[in-house]
């Protein structure tokens, strides 16, 4: 995916944790100042306290693009 549909799926994702009621507002300004490997920790983190929220394959797509290392959020 191109750098415009990794950011364009980024928001969705912290849009979707939003509606589902999780505090995103940290993430959010992350996402806002161009931080958005910032951004990706706390969906990923949110996406894992709080599993079905998202859709896992998107989730992984973006942790792939953005070659994020997750361990230390997996244990």
Known sequence: MDDKEAINLLEKQIKALEQAGIDMSGDRTFFYVG???????GVYVAHKK???VLNAQEVQALVDDFGMDTAEFDR
């Open 35 to 41: 931080e958005y490997d910032l951004a990706l920790e």
């Open 50 to 52: 709080h599993p079905g």
